[in-house]
């Protein structure tokens, strides 16, 4: 399985807790570039998978590379080459968006004046310029989410993983979450984005929809909608979970 383009490799990947298996057996890669999404219920074991893939979990039995590093020995090396974002944690509300910036680009190792730097570009890039000393308590969901977003990469990672991040916002706010995604892959960063939002899956140039743990399917999504007869993803959703029901 393994290449050079391959920018994460998963190979026979199990995480258990206690007897509960929450990753059983998985197996795929991501290329360098692509936009990947995983796919599945709640509970259906990706952000168990995410937090192995980026360094802050152990798997049980398998193995899984990252940016050509190791999650199980060198977690570190991967955090340092990835950004990461989450629905439910991303940035502090009770500090402003300059200093939300100046805390991430220290923890990114970023120089005070590349911080500088960056946050006059990303800010200036969102038409956020005028709200740089607001506190993140004030602004407007969706206005967070892309901020979150513009921090997770303002080290230029070679892979960014975003877990569940267009939870609770509008269509047009997910729509133009999207255009960032989109603009920054275009610039070679790979996207790994897990949803439960199945026409989001339209928008990934490749798609997995795990279910109980286990990969059931793998594909593009023209592939996968052809392989089920079907028109939408979230057809292909369906008949994956009637089959496993």
């Known amino acids: ?17 206690g007897s509960f298996v929450a990753n059983d057996n998985l197996n ?26 980026s360094g802050l979990s152990k798997p049980s039995s398998g193995k899984a590379s990252v940016a050509g ?8 090396k991967v955090k340092r080459n990835i950004g990461y974002m989450s629905q439910r944690f991303s940035l502090y509300d ?3 968006v300059k200093e939300n910036f100046r805390f991430y680009g220290g923890i990114y190792g970023l120089s005070a004046k590349g911080i ?14 005028d709200y740089k000393d607001m506190l993140l308590s004030k602004i407007p969901l969706g206005w967070k989410q892309k901020l979150a977003f513009s921090v997770a990469v303002m080290h230029d990672p070679a892979v960014v993983f ?7 916002v509008d269509p047009i706010t997910r ?3 999207w255009e960032l995604i989109y603009e920054k892959a275009s610039e070679g960063t790979t996207i790994f984005v897990t949803t439960h939002y199945m026409d989001e899956a339209e928008y990934c140039e490749r798609v997995s929809i795990m279910s109980e743990g286990r990969i059931e399917a793998l594909d593009t999504p023209s592939n996968l909608k052809k392989k089920y007869n079907v028109n939408t993803m979230d057809e292909v959703f369906v008949r994956i979970a009637r089959s496993d029901a």
């Not at 795929?28 to 893939?53: M, S, Y």
């Not at 500088?116 to 310029?129: E, F, G, R």
């Not at 975003?162 to 609770?168: A, V």
Request: without cysteine; aromatic residues 8%; glycine residues 10%.
């Open 116 to 129: 500088k730097q960056k946050t006059a570009h990303l800010l200036q890039k969102l038409d956020m310029l």
């Open 175 to 177: 729509r133009q979450f």
């Open 94 to 96: 009770d500090m402003t």
């Open 162 to 168: 975003l877990d569940e991040p267009t939870g609770g």
């Open 28 to 53: 795929f890669f991501v290329r360098r570039g692509e936009i990947f999404g995983f796919l599945g219920a709640n509970g259906a074991g990706k952000t168990t998978a995410i937090k192995i893939l």
């Open 69 to 76: 590093f190791d999650v199980g020995r060198q977690s570190e």
């Open 1 to 17: 399985m393994k290449d050079d383009d391959h920018i994460i490799v998963v190979e026979n990947l199990v995480k258990k807790f």
